[in-house]
């Protein structure tokens, strides 16, 4: 079971205050009855307790079956016909400053990326490539060709200062990835993120979850290690930031992970020959999987349930305060 | 359109629903009392304004229960993609950016602006081909690879300048990298259109060879030589110092070489005298170059149920505030 917006839950908390509210009003609604009614005081009160508690009980629970709803709660998988041949790889390569860290490595991170980018490449011969490289923002360095003649001699040229935008945005970066895949081209998709995951804003998740929902796995692959490293300027010396402190870029496979999951791929961290053959595998095995099933698993959404619970309480809610109660009034 | 259209059969509960509260005879809810004594003076509210408001929560009650009944339905947006199932044609533009293609002897602007706009309209005509750029002068180089994403290719188109790669004319250049990039594709046909208005001048590969190569990877070269004999006014700017130019310039194409290398590729030589000619030219290249289309279309659905539920959501609490908070009803 998964729930694709779990932050709307919040909203039960909601309830309290209505349950409080409806409270206040039931203490204010006796006190008025009990002026108006005169003798058949006793009888009213009892019959507006009942007919308030059941009210009041199945307006909140409509609410809350609304709210559950939102959230968008999946369990269990179907088929989605889906055939489609050849294979489009996306590279999304961070190009952001804290690429250039090497981590007590001999090379830089971006090297590495390129490296493991540049093994693609030679390692899935009828695919197109295309390439986004993003920092604060993103570009579409090498829209999707054949043409590895290009592709390649542009990885080889890659370095880190081809955007002049500060930061470092996952978000936008997977949001430029997903674009580049052109429009009817009747083939199976995938974007592989090269980063160290360190971002400084955007929410990946986002894009992560329209690619999920598109049948394109995002494979992260996170360079750099966890305890940080400095980051060398072209112009020798060490980034400092504005208080003359040295920075210390730390690799976040944790996000990078998330963002793998949530869009129904894997995530890679790890030295490169650690890391490449199990990369390519993965890659290969979702080309051929798809295309000898030619069907992709979506989640179930089981909204309806909880909009048909919601629409049976409104109507409960109704005959509540619709019918009369027999003989008493 | 929507998933499960039955239960919008739900809808005709509605108006039952409708009747039993508001209409009904014997429905509850309501408590008979003394609304004034007799020949006094009794509370009286404004009315007018306490049943407009209470007709408004009703009305937002029903819309809520209706939106509700339309969740249920599992409304969808319907987006339909054309997935073409065969390769088309890859086709490499290689454009020539010397300074004689600021001649002004086309209409409106120059040689140059029109090649560009020519060559815009012509990849809008085109579906599911792979078409690169290549613009050469002194030198040559690949402006975008062949590739479907003619958004990419356009923007590059815009941002050609004249006299970007130098003064000269490097026709056998132009073919080489234009042959170069087309060499991993897979497509059943390959196709080079060259534009240019001068003689080979430069580079270190000449033309003849160039388009041999060319022919040995299986590619057809469609030459286009645009420009007139006479002499024409002639004004650019240099991307480089930012000099502006003007001045007249005089001498045509190498007519016999581009019918050669037409000729020998397996492909047609064009001459193009004029815009209107050129469109044209590259109008008879279109229906040349057309391959059979297997289309299938793909239909993709995405659920909009969850503003369906806001809504509701929203309308049922409006409903609810007003008829408590606002107008004192005990239930």
Redesign the interface.
């Known amino acids: 079971m998964s729930i694709e917006y779990p932050q709307v839950l919040w909203f039960l908390l909601g309830l309290i205050p209505l349950a409080a509210l409806q409270l206040y009003h039931y203490r204010r609604g006796r006190r008025d009855l009990s002026q108006l009614a005169g003798d058949r005081r006793e009888a009213v009160l009892t019959v507006y307790s009942v007919k308030w508690f059941f009210s009041s009980l199945f307006f909140s629970l409509f609410c809350a079956f609304s709210i559950l709803a939102l959230a968008g709660f999946s369990w269990g998988q179907e088929s989605v016909e889906e055939s489609r041949g050849g294979l489009d790889v996306v590279l999304a390569v961070d190009v952001s400053k804290s690429m250039r860290a090497t981590d007590d490595e001999d090379e830089s991170r971006i090297a590495r990326a390129q490296e493991i980018a540049r093994g693609l490449v030679q390692e899935l011969p009828s695919t197109r490539f295309g390439i986004v490289v993003f920092s604060g923002s993103a570009l579409r360095s090498v829209p999707m060709t054949e043409d590895r003649t290009s592709v390649e001699s542009f990885l080889s040229a890659l370095r880190t200062d081809v955007m002049s935008a500060d930061g470092s945005n996952l978000e936008t970066g997977l949001d430029s990835a997903f674009s580049a895949f052109p429009q009817g081209s009747g083939r199976n998709r995938v974007i592989v993120l090269l980063s160290d995951g360190e971002q400084h804003s955007g929410n990946p998740l986002r894009p992560a979850e329209v690619a999920r929902e598109s049948g394109v796995p995002v494979f992260t692959v996170t360079v750099g290690s966890q305890s940080g490293s400095t980051i060398p300027l072209s112009e020798g010396g060490r980034l400092n930031d504005q208080d003359g402190n040295v920075v210390l870029s730390r690799a976040d496979p944790d996000t990078m992970q998330e963002i793998a999951e949530t869009s129904g791929a894997k995530a890679f961290h790890g030295a490169q020959r650690e890391v490449f053959s199990p990369l390519l595998g993965e890659i290969r095995g979702f080309e051929s999987r798809r295309e000898r099933e030619g069907f992709r698993l979506v989640a179930v959404r089981r909204y309806r349930l909880f909009v048909g619970a919601a629409l049976i309480v409104v109507a409960l809610n109704l005959l509540v305060r619709v019918f009369r109660w027999k003989g008493v009034i | 359109m929507f998933e499960s259209p039955g239960y919008l059969f739900?809808l005709l509960f509605v108006p039952v629903?409708i009747y039993?509260?508001h209409f009904?005879p014997?429905?509850?809810?309501k408590?008979p009392?003394a609304f004034r004594i007799w020949n006094t003076r009794g509370f009286n509210p404004s009315f007018f304004v306490r049943r407009a408001v209470f007709a408004l929560a009703v009305v937002s009650f029903w819309l809520g229960?209706v939106a509700?009944?339309a969740?249920?339905a599992?409304p969808a947006t319907v987006d339909r993609?054309?997935?073409?199932?065969n390769r088309g044609t890859?086709m490499m533009v290689i454009l020539d950016e010397s300074p004689s293609m600021a001649a002004e002897d086309f209409a409106p602007v120059n040689r140059f602006e029109t090649a560009r706009d020519t060559i815009r309209r012509f990849v809008e005509r085109r579906?599911?081909d792979?078409i690169?750029l290549v613009s050469f002068s002194k030198e040559a180089a690949?402006r975008?690879?062949?590739?479907?994403?003619?958004e990419?290719?356009v923007d590059s188109l815009d941002e050609l300048q004249i006299m970007n790669l130098g003064d000269g004319t490097a026709i056998g250049m132009g073919i080489a990298l234009g042959a170069?990039?087309?060499?991993?594709?897979?497509?059943p046909e390959k196709v080079i259109i060259l534009l240019t208005d001068g003689k080979n001048n430069a580079g270190e590969v000449l033309p003849e060879t160039a388009a041999r190569v060319a022919t040995e990877l299986g590619i057809r070269i469609y030459t286009i030589g645009i420009g007139s004999e006479s002499e024409t006014r002639i004004e650019f700017e240099n991307p480089e110092t930012g000099q502006v130019y003007r001045g007249t310039f005089e001498g045509g194409f190498d007519e016999e070489l581009l019918q050669e290398i037409a000729e020998f590729s397996g492909g047609a030589y064009f001459y193009a005298g004029t815009s209107g000619t050129l469109e044209s030219v590259f109008e008879a290249i279109d229906s040349i170059e057309t391959v059979e289309k297997r289309v299938?279309i793909?239909v993709?659905t995405e659920?909009q149920?969850?503003i369906l539920?806001?809504f509701?959501?929203a309308a049922?609490?409006f409903d609810?505030f007003i008829r408590?908070l606002l107008l004192?009803e005990?239930?």
Request: glycine share 10%.
């Open positions: 739900l629903g039993f509260r009904w014997g429905r509850g809810g408590l009392f229960v509700l009944i969740a249920l599992g993609e054309r997935v073409y199932l890859d579906e599911n792979s690169g690949l975008v690879p062949p590739t479907t994403d003619y990419k290719l170069l990039h087309l060499r991993s594709s897979s497509a299938r793909e993709r659920s149920h969850r539920i806001i509701a959501l049922l609490l609810f408590k004192r005990v239930l």
